[in-house]
């Protein structure tokens, strides 16, 4: 239960709601009880007067009015109910995804990258959909289960004390039994529920997504048997779920009927004082009502193992610590954009093999770096270490003269525009996705961006408002790149990393996007990382790395004469 507690503290600030929606649902609940209990009362009170010289005197008015005062009530509380409790929990599940969201992005990408993507989202919608269940399976119901038995046991009471006490034992002790029964039954199919629902998801997202890659290696039919089965899996949960809600209605229908029996057996002879009359008829009636009481927590209770199941799904990410922690503070700097690396030492998951090895390196401001080196010898890891995308393990970054770990996130984010290797086009506008880069940008500005990274294309037909992304224009690797490149420049911070930015493009359009860049580079630190030796003499330094190590540093041409590994890679080339 204690897994609940995260979930429960956000309730507070709907308390209002949710405790109209309890009190709406309890008059509801005393109006269907009462319109039966009075129904029946009524009902043999005018047959017994009905044969009695008392004919006349019978206020048939008064009974009537609350018969139909009832009926209204009952309909108008349930309406009414409805709404506010709705309302209460849709806001309360806005508020979860938000508390979720705010707590799952500093996690990413260290903590999540372990995580696929269609559990993370089957976690952000279904486990804390899962979550409203607390108050509507299981708080409401039961807080409404004791207050009205505790009303009906008065009422009751109130006529004859030895028949109120009796029924409310009796219904204390089912509501008593049948969360603990109901819960022990449910509890591993819940928890198996729960972790198949999210099986079956996984399946099919990947079935979907690798589709056309599954259909041309011939293993389509394989992926399809397993979401079959996770499919298979999910409906046997869902049967047994079915089962275990049938056996606990059944079950207290039979409890109902005995106590039903009981009740009229004890008050066959009299209610209190009276002899046989119609008060007969209000204590069977209102036992009678009573399931509707306890209905609602009947099956509740099996749907306990799984909420318990998504709350601790979803607090292996909400407790979870982010690896990167940024400080609130304003970050002293000296207003010089330089990069030092000092002794940086950095392994992915804490393997032995070092992605980058005591890499020492030193980026006076307004300097421009060319990175170069072979496929997997740790370039991007490298530059994904400044934006704190990782932390390093030893030695220290310092941008303008300030420790990386003392630079406020928005700040840092200010200062860095980076081409990453793989572009990510969002599921929105062209607008949407370069807009991201520079939320300020006008209209002419994003199209003027466009033309100059030679994107002029896409400026047809729709414009700035053609759908890219999921279901919209297919673009080419190149025009990702360029994408990408557009964002950067919209940013313009005053570094400037780009991780193979011409990668995939043309001969005669890498000149072109160069030339852009030789344009921008100005008053900017640059680091460029690239497989392609061109251009490179055009910057102050290039530096090859090797297996996460710094092995040559210095200008084209020095290093051309030193005639080590970056003169061989060039005579390859
Ligand atoms: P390329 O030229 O192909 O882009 P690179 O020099 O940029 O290569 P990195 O991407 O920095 O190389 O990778 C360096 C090493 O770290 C590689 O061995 C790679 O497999 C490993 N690596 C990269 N990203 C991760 C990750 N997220 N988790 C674990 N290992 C990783
Ligand atoms: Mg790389």
């Known amino acids: 239960m204690r897994d609940l507690l995260p979930y429960l503290k956000l309730y507070k600030k709907h308390w209002f709601g949710l405790s109209?929606?309890?009190?709406?649902?309890?008059?509801?609940?005393?109006?269907?009880?009462?319109?039966?209990?009075?129904?029946?009362?009524?009902?043999?009170?005018?047959?017994?007067?009905?044969?009695?010289?008392?004919?006349?005197?019978?206020?048939?008015?008064?009974?009537?009015?609350?018969?139909?005062?009832?009926?209204?009530?009952?309909?108008?509380?349930?309406?009414?109910?409805?709404?506010?409790?709705?309302?209460?929990?849709?806001?309360?599940?806005?508020?979860?995804?938000?508390?979720?969201?705010?707590?799952?992005?500093?996690?990413?990408?260290?903590?999540?990258?372990?995580?696929?993507?269609?559990?993370?989202?089957?976690?952000?919608?279904?486990?804390?959909?899962?979550?409203?269940?607390?108050?509507?399976?299981?708080?409401?119901?039961?807080?409404?289960g004791v207050v009205g038995i505790a009303a009906i046991s008065a009422l009751i009471c109130y006529f004859d004390e030895r028949l109120g006490l009796i029924l409310g034992a009796i219904l204390l002790v089912i509501l008593l039994?049948?969360?603990?029964?109901?819960?022990?039954?449910?509890?591993?199919?819940?928890?198996?529920?729960?972790?198949?629902?999210?099986?079956?998801?996984?399946?099919?997202?990947?079935?979907?997504?690798?589709?056309?890659?599954?259909?041309?290696?011939?293993?389509?039919?394989?992926?399809?048997?397993?979401?079959?089965?996770?499919?298979?899996?999910?409906?046997?949960?869902?049967?047994?779920?079915?089962?275990?809600?049938?056996?606990?209605?059944?079950?207290?229908?039979?409890?109902?009927?005995?106590?039903?029996?009981?009740?009229?057996?004890?008050?066959?002879?009299?209610?209190?004082?009276?002899?046989?009359?119609?008060?007969?008829?209000?204590?069977?009636?209102?036992?009678?009502?009573?399931?509707?009481?306890?209905?609602?927590?009947?099956?509740?209770?099996?749907?306990?193992?799984?909420?318990?199941?998504?709350?601790?799904?979803?607090?292996?990410?909400?407790?979870?610590?982010?690896?990167?922690?940024?400080?609130?503070?304003?970050?002293?700097?000296?207003?010089?954009?330089?990069?030092?690396?000092?002794e940086v030492s950095f392994s992915y998951n804490n393997d032995e093999r070092k992605a980058v090895n005591q890499v020492s390196l030193n980026i006076p401001a307004g300097n421009r770096v060319a990175i170069v080196g072979q496929t997997g010898s740790g370039k991007s890891t490298l530059m994904q270490l400044l934006p704190r995308y990782w932390d390093v393990q030893q030695g220290e970054i310092r941008i303008a003269g300030t420790p990386l770990k003392q630079w406020n996130e928005s700040e840092l984010r200010a200062a860095i525009s980076v081409v990453s290797q793989r572009v990510d086009i969002l599921n929105g506008s062209l607008r949407d996705n370069l807009i991201l880069a520079k939320p300020t940008a006008t209209d002419e500005e994003l199209a003027t961006m466009l033309r100059q990274v030679g994107l002029d294309r896409l400026l047809e037909q729709t414009g700035l408002d053609a759908w890219l992304g999921d279901g919209g224009r297919q673009l080419s690797g190149g025009e990702k790149r360029r994408i990408g490149i557009a964002r950067a420049l919209l940013h313009d911070g005053p570094i400037l990393l780009l991780d193979e930015p011409t990668e995939g493009l043309d001969k005669q359009t890498e000149k072109q996007i160069m030339t852009l860049f030789q344009q921008h580079f100005t008053n900017k630190t640059v680091v460029f990382i690239t497989h392609r030796l061109v251009e490179l003499d055009t910057m102050d330094s290039i530096c090859l790395v090797e297996q996460g190590q710094v092995v040559e540093h210095g200008s084209h041409d020095e290093l051309l004469a030193q005639q080590g590994r970056y003169y061989q890679l060039n005579q390859t080339l």
């Not at 929606?21 to 009880?33: E, K, N, Q």
């Not at 979720?100 to 992005?105: A, C, E, I, R, V």
């Not at 952000?124 to 807080?143: F, K, Q």
């Not at 002879?269 to 008060?279: A, E, F, M, Q, T």
């Open 177 to 342: 039994a049948w969360p603990v029964i109901f819960y022990k039954l449910g509890k591993g199919n819940g928890a198996e529920l729960t972790q198949n629902k999210a099986d079956f998801r996984i399946t099919t997202l990947d079935w979907l997504q690798g589709f056309s890659e599954l259909t041309i290696f011939g293993a389509e039919s394989r992926y399809h048997q397993a979401m079959d089965k996770a499919q298979e899996r999910l409906l046997k949960n869902q049967l047994v779920n079915a089962h275990i809600s049938g056996l606990a209605s059944a079950l207290l229908m039979l409890a109902n009927g005995w106590t039903l029996i009981l009740m009229l057996w004890l008050a066959a002879d009299g209610v209190g004082p009276h002899g046989p009359d119609p008060l007969i008829a209000v204590v069977v009636f209102a036992t009678m009502a009573c399931v509707e009481l306890l209905m609602p927590i009947a099956g509740a209770f099996q749907f306990l193992g799984q909420t318990l199941t998504s709350a601790r799904r979803l607090n292996e990410i909400i407790l979870s610590e982010p690896e990167v922690q940024f400080p609130e503070a304003q970050t002293q700097h000296n207003g010089q954009f330089s990069i030092e690396f000092d």
């Open 20 to 144: 109209l929606g309890m009190i709406l649902a309890f008059l509801t609940l005393a109006a269907s009880i009462g319109l039966l209990t009075i129904s029946g009362w009524f009902l043999s009170a005018a047959a017994v007067a009905g044969l009695s010289a008392a004919k006349k005197d019978f206020n048939f008015m008064l009974p009537s009015a609350f018969v139909r005062g009832f009926a209204i009530g009952r309909t108008a509380g349930r309406w009414g109910e409805r709404v506010v409790s709705h309302n209460a929990t849709f806001k309360l599940l806005t508020d979860l995804r938000i508390f979720f969201f705010q707590k799952l992005t500093p996690l990413i990408p260290g903590k999540v990258s372990n995580l696929r993507d269609a559990d993370l989202l089957n976690r952000v919608v279904a486990d804390i959909d899962a979550m409203d269940h607390v108050y509507l399976r299981l708080i409401s119901p039961v807080t409404i």
